[in-house]
């Protein structure tokens, strides 16, 4: 049996504010098995994105471990945690992110790049090609509509053929018939590669696609209410 992507021990998050500490994450334990798809739900301010940020290596927890790829984070600098990632950890964010002084085309191809992979610009064509998107090689982000952004989006970090991917409210600012397009592709590739998923959302539809939900509240994941796919 493959090794879990993603280990949480006992995970605390503080950050500092005009009022004082404040507790964002407390005491979470998660394990995310391989190729599984994980949905994480709860109200605003549950501690759901901060959970992602810390899980990826984005954000430093205030005690407790993170083991991604059976690594401890806290052994890394950032340029080690990148490097970590790189190839094998992916992200897609309610804001899409991409860059607005390149391509459709070279917003994918970027992280192949990065990650030295031949042909690059092929495999970016490629996805593109496979999100619908083909006519929209040359199209800067400003050109695209937010359907087609995320779409983007989710081409670049699946182009990689990551283990693990981190999906943060990922039809949080599309309609519901862009949205349902988005939903349905990224469950489908993230299948068909056999990855991993974290999906953090607050559409309880969505929620139930995946194979496991756990619910937070107040910075703790509510084991009582974990829902297992039948």
């Known amino acids: 049996m493959a090794a879990a ?12 504010s005009s009022a004082g500490p404040v507790a964002i994450l407390r005491g979470v334990d998660l394990t995310v098995a391989a190729g599984e798809a994980l949905a994480v739900v709860g109200p605003s301010g549950s501690g759901k994105s901060s959970l992602i940020s810390v899980a990826a ?22 340029d080690g945690r990148a490097r970590l990632r790189r190839g094998r950890a992916a992200l897609v964010f ?4 991409l860059l607005p002084n390149m391509t459709a085309e070279e917003n994918v191809a970027a992280p192949l790049e990065l990650a030295r992979r031949r042909g690059a610009g092929g495999e970016a064509r490629l996805w593109m090609e496979r999100l619908g998107l083909g006519a929209r090689l040359g199209h800067y982000p400003h050109q695209l509509s937010g359907g087609e952004q995320q779409r983007v989006a ?3 970090a699946l182009a990689v053929r990551p283990v693990l991917l981190f999906a943060d409210e990922p039809t949080g600012n599309l309609d519901s018939e862009n949205g ?6 990224l469950f489908d590739l993230v299948r068909e590669a056999g990855a991993a998923l974290v999906l953090v959302t607050h559409d309880e539809r969505l929620a139930a696609r995946a194979d496991r939900t756990v619910r937070m509240q107040a910075g703790r994941i509510d084991m009582s209410l974990a829902r297992a796919a039948e």
């Open 5 to 16: 992507p993603l280990v949480l021990q006992d995970v605390t998050l503080t950050l500092p």
């Open 57 to 78: 290596g984005l954000e430093t927890p205030s005690g407790g471990r993170v083991l991604l790829f059976d690594t401890d984070l806290a052994r890394l600098d950032e």
């Open 94 to 97: 309610q804001s899409f992110h």
């Open 154 to 156: 989710l081409a670049r």
């Open 180 to 185: 349902a397009m988005v939903a349905d592709l």
